[in-house]
């Protein structure tokens, strides 16, 4: 290469450098085009945390504190505190103790309780709160309860230790539903996260829910479509969710608007660059195979994304705070992006260039969960296990099951570390909270704490309390607050302690931030319900001159039937023709009203027996199916044009021989298909009975576009019958092979 060439080459380079580096980063090793040197054989042998620590990359000035480890904790997905900052830790002790996954479901799992007695930042006692669980997988703190889900279970229970020894001695069912999740663990719900607005949130399935303390009961709130998402579930200060769907590879979807209006993403809500992640060892053990690793065997996508947090603390430089963090235990990394808002419009960028906020060279970091502490730190959980999938994806066959031996994944089960993530000259906060002990009238005061979840659980217990002694303090709060979330946060303890008056809330409507306009116009789609004169409140606000108040106008008004607040919505789309997130969203729910219209005439005209497969179906396909073949059977697409599984709108073999679909959903199919290979494979469902099997076939068969004979529960039994003993996944070559059986009687 010429000198000059050279010369303008570097002033470019530094130059696209300066102008993407948004965040100083940790000088790591570079190759002469500036790529991280990667290590090409990472040693799979388990470190210990100080060890694996010293193979972490961060930018400067962050750091990683140890909190806990092996054997102190083990296996640890996921972590909550109480009001007074006692730590409860899940621990999935049997997932994936070898390659095949067997005793996974064995009721001897463990929520650990954890505390630092000495105020040094580290946990030095212990104790099993609860024991005998199966894959803990949910837990949320009320007072001094613990509410907890497992793996397999619709089931909600609540645990509390009355007698002062760590561990549980009450427990009781404070949401009742007796039916089995037949879903792979991995497609299962996540969450249970007190949001904002007082709703309890999960991901994947169709409700979210409110709990009353004294009946010590949870009420399902049924929302019009699932959610989506996967394992991990975070909010930001103002009430928004995030999920993530590892099994579409979809590092973040969903944030748009709040589930309860619906489902809505835009296909550029971040872009393939950003899909693109960095690690900085060989990852050889990804699911997708060849297709997802670059020449040097690092992952070049998200694929295992899950556990993401919005960080809300106050003890890490301020331009972290609301940045949203996604771990990626595949890629052994943890991505930072920055979340922008534009015209109400929200889109995220990596905040570093070709990198990552944490990257680390010991093949056994596998964070899994991160979220923001009471001392105003990001914590990190790391499983620090070997293998990471689970045993549907390391069948005899698979592209991982090879990888994992080779590397003895397998052998490391039984550690987890805790990490603290904290920055040069910033010092955790060592107050602990004592909310579960304190008057209502103190908790009041945490409302303007720097720290959101001081914020959050001082919400939470005087919800849960109904204390209505508080209410005045909260009014005024409310009003004059020179704190934008302590207004914000005093307006929705108002409104779950049904206390807020509507001379409170008009002046919140008309307060000079426009978080705290649109909050309350969020905060009025409930007060709608009692007060018809709300409607008119709200539609004073048609020309706000903020776009997130216009848009969550749109949203109160969606579901209000009523003449006045149908004409707001045509206002705002008459008077917005720019305004992307507001007219697409609008469009996306008009779309969804005609889809479920087209599907009610179709099952006019079919028979009853029919209709009901086809309405179950679609359920099914929408809480599963829909995680890695799109909403609309047409894929998912969000932030680029790759597909994790094939198209079925107008496929021919969804319209075709419903014995090769009823094989494909009984043992699962690994591709390629029609040449086309996808970085995921179809998981097997033959664990769930004929009924569901027919109903998921039925309904893709009747939707999309699509329309052919419903699969009965008959036929999926006959099929069953004869692979009986099989558990081999098929190839499409051999289905295709697979002659059509000779009718009875016809001779051949
Ligand atoms: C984890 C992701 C995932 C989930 C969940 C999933 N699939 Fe698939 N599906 C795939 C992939 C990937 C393929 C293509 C086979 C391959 O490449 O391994 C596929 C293939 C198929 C095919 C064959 C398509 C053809 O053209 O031959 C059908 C039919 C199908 N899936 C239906 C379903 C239904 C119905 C559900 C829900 C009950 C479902 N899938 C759930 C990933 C998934």
Known sequence: MKKSRQWLLTVLGIAILLYTCKVTQYPVQRDATGRILVNPHPDPAPMSPQESLKHMYLPKGYHLQLVASEP??????????????????????????NVDGTGE???????????????DGVMDKATIFIDSLVLPRMMLTVGHRLLVSETNSNNIYSYEDTNGDGRADVKKLVYKNETIDNKNLEHQKSGLMWNLDNRIYVTVDQVRYTYNFKANKLTPDSLREPPGGQWGLTNDNYG?????QAGSETPALN??????????????????????????IATPDVQGGLLRLRADSTLNHFTACAGQSIYRGDKLPADASGDLFIPEPVGRLIRRAKVINTDGKITLVNAYDKQEFLASSDMNFRPVNT???????????????????????????????????????EKNIGRGRIYRLVHDGFKPDKARPRMLDETSAQLVTYLSHPNGWWRDNAQ???????DQSVVPALKTMAVSSPNQLARIHALWTLNGLNALDIETFARALKDNDPQVRKTAVWIGEDLMKTHTEVVDQLAALKDDPSPDVRFQLSLSMRYNPSEKAQAVISYLLSHNPNNEVLVQSNRVYQANLEAKAEIARTER?????????VTQGALIFKQLCATCHGMDGKGVTIGGTGMTAPILAGAKDVNGNPDKLIRILLLGLSGPIDGKKYPDVMPPLGGNDDEYIASALSYIRNDFGNKAPTVKPADVKRVRDELAGRTKGWTMAELDSIKPKPLPGRRN
């Open 105 to 119: 479901g064995a009721k001897l799992c463990t929520i650990k309780r954890l505390e630092d007695t000495n105020g």
């Open 605 to 613: 005209l079919m028979r009853e027996a029919d209709r009901k497969l």
């Open 72 to 97: 102190m904790v083990s296996e640890p997905v996921a972590i909550v505190w109480d009001g007074n900052g006692v730590m409860y830790v899940a621990e999935m002790l049997t997932y994936m103790v």
């Open 371 to 409: 979220v923001t502490g009471p001392d105003g730190c990001m914590y990190i959980v790391d499983m620090y296990h070997g293998i990471i999938q689970e045993s549907n994806w390391t069948r005899t066959g698979s592209y991982l099951r090879p990888q994992i031996l080779r590397k003895g994944l």
């Open 240 to 244: 928004r969710l995030f999920f993530s």
């Open 460 to 466: 939470k217990e005087l919800v849960l309390r109904d």
């Open 255 to 280: 944030f748009q608007q709040n589930p309860s209006y619906g489902r809505f993403d835009f296909k550029d809500q971040y872009n393939e660059a950003f899909q693109a992640v960095w690690p900085i």
